[in-house]
């Protein structure tokens, strides 16, 4: 908070007393007065009573006593399409934060068209996504309204009091858009939890999934086990341009590991090491034409010149997204990992995502994550697991691993160091830190460890015996 709030200065800060999460009530307060603090701007801070803990201090205000004045005429005013609506922060783990400025009319009018072209979001019906404040998605979420659409807002664990926790709601409140991490989706399959078991998901028509890749295994669990005909759509984009730059279509066929369609009115295409437009074949995702919800610049940034060095200088007047991706033949995306994680062994490029589909699947895996350690003038690839409890690294396993992604994949995607931990670093947000476990194993100092939401976990992958020279 310290990293982005200390660049924006805001002037407010509302805090809650506590939130519940697993069962378990966690303190605000101490880490908000903290905050306040350490934020020079901030002149007030305003405490909202959730779970009954700590009473605000003398100096702070009780959001009861703001509600409860009388009601002023609401007033409004005339602003521009590029006025700045919300500052979002980008999640810092290769450097400072970003302090991303969104436009009015870009975020409204790209989120209209994004809920209801490619998501049928109509006036009357329940849009729910699993999501924390923190993240792009509960901005998407709450330009719901903007359709006449009722939101659904859960707050807690996605598996407390048990698996069955987001389904229950989605029937009890008719859910008719699901929104959810690929993450999620997964971990519940190796759960064995199939929600079309427990519940009637009458109301259910689209399944949006986002955040990290969603393999192909997982919509085949997805029509199999929740239901089938709903629309599962793969969505992607980023905190960047607070949106999708491939996303759903309810007129178009789903195909298996595929993300639907390009976003309406995107010239995107994807470029490979020539700079050329391809199909078919893996490369970079771009955006070739100007769009209504690019950022109007970053807090802070009075020259430009960061705003044009994170999107523009790859490619001239083209927004280079950092995605490494593969436009098909029936003109879907597919996913292969983010650029800047790419593994590069033997001057082969290959994406992360294609190791985790296959080994993800595994019985005996959890979850996983992959690196390209630097080894003798080249790059060898290197992955740690995460086992089910009980499960034990041996050589039959190891060697189930290795046969799995080479019958899969390909000789070149097999690791040539398989090692076991028991977590693996996640932004707030869930995402994968894969850069921040290469900079620990290359022995780097992790640029923003504030980034990550369980940092403690770097020290299993710190000066590996097993992977030194």
Not at 39 to 64: F, L, R
Not at 363 to 378: A, H, K, P, R, Y
Request: aromatic letters at 10%.
């Amino acid at each position: 908070m310290l990293d982005r709030f200390g660049q924006t200065q805001p002037k407010v800060l509302f805090t809650t007393d506590a939130y519940r999460y697993n069962g378990k009530s966690h303190d605000c307060l101490s880490k908000a007065r903290a905050v306040r603090e350490g934020v020079e701007n901030i002149a007030h801070m305003v405490v909202i009573p959730y779970v009954g803990g700590t009473p605000p201090g003398s100096d702070e205000t009780c959001w009861k006593a703001i509600v409860s004045r009388p009601a002023e005429p609401l007033t409004f005013t005339r602003v521009g399409f590029n006025d700045p609506m919300y500052v979002l922060y980008s999640s810092g783990t290769t450097g400072k934060p970003k302090c991303i400025i969104h436009s009015v009319g870009g975020m409204l009018l790209n989120h209209i068209k994004e809920h209801q072209l490619h998501s049928d979001v109509k006036a009357g019906e329940r849009f729910f996504y699993f999501t924390t404040c923190g993240w792009m998605m509960w901005n998407w979420l709450a330009s719901g309204l903007l359709s006449g659409a009722t939101l659904v807002l859960f707050d807690g664990s996605p598996f407390y009091p048990d698996a069955g926790v987001l389904w229950r709601l989605t029937d009890a409140q008719q859910v008719t858009l699901f929104g959810t991490s690929a993450k999620y989706l997964e971990a519940l399959e190796k759960h064995g939890y199939n929600p079309k078991d427990h519940h009637s998901l009458t109301s259910l028509q689209t399944l949006c999934s986002t955040g990290s890749v969603l393999a192909p295994e997982q919509f085949d669990w997805a029509y199999s086990q929740v239901k089938s005909d709903v629309q599962l759509s793969s969505i992607a984009g980023g905190t960047d341009i607070c949106g999708c730059f491939v996303l759903g279509s309810p007129i178009s066929p789903v195909y298996r590991g595929q993300s639907q369609v390009r976003g309406l009115g995107l010239d995107v295409e994807v470029f490979n090491n020539e700079g050329k437009a391809v199909q078919g074949e893996k490369g970079e995702l771009v955006c070739c034409n100007s769009f209504p919800n690019q950022p109007v610049g970053f807090w802070g940034d009075d020259d430009g010149q960061r705003y044009h060095n994170a999107y523009w200088n790859k490619i001239e007047d083209i927004w280079f997204h950092g995605d490494y991706v593969e436009l098909t033949g029936q003109g879907g995306m597919v996913f292969f990992g983010r650029s800047d994680a790419i593994l590069n062994p033997g001057g082969v490029r290959i994406g992360t995502a294609e190791i985790y589909r296959h080994v993800n699947q595994l019985d005996e895996v959890l979850d996983s994550v992959v690196i390209g350690q630097d080894w003798n003038n080249d790059v060898r690839v290197v992955l740690f697991v995460k086992l089910r409890p009980g499960q034990v690294l041996d050589s039959d396993l190891e060697q189930k691993i290795r046969t799995t992604i080479r019958t899969s994949c390909t000789p070149r995607h097999v690791p040539a160091k398989i090692l076991t931990i028991t977590d693996i670093p996640r932004t707030k947000s869930g995402k994968l830190a894969e850069l921040a476990v290469r900079d620990v194993v290359h022995g780097r100092e992790v640029a923003q460890l504030s980034a990550l939401d369980n940092p403690e976990s770097l020290e299993q992958y710190k000066a590996r015996p097993e992977l030194q020279h």
